[in-house]
């Protein structure tokens, strides 16, 4: 399993073959209260919390936030998007997290980023081709039908 961000695409080796299982929406955290469209711009000043420096998800929200026409402050950096929630309840940061990351919670107030330019991340299986495993058939075929049929709830909440 790997991820793919709209803004941060990954080039796969030769001979390797990907299944995409779901692409789900990028969302702006923001403390509970805190509403209004997404407009990047407006949270320029504010303290960034993203993933370990030169992840795909921190790439994204760098190239986001520069399309918004600023540098974000990076407050906190933490791949545990539990602790990433904790950080926007709790410090009054912002962050972007993608949807499958994020538990609704009282504390913080999430919106889906659809409206910026490729602010989603993909789900994929990756695997060699022509891998002569018996069940990696049947593996995919699990990995497809997991995915639920609505899964759409993932791309804007």
Known sequence: MVYEYGLSPRQWPTGVRTLALVREDLLLLRPSGETG????????DRQWITSREGTAGDLSLARLCAFAGFTPTIAFRSNDYDVVRELVAHMGGVAV???????????ISAVSLLSQASAHRTVLAIHREGNANPVLGDFLAALSQAVPQDADHLLAL
């Open 37 to 44: 469209p997404p407009d990047l711009s407006r949270l320029a």
């Open 97 to 107: 997290v993608p949807a499958l990351g994020h538990v609704p919670d009282e504390r």
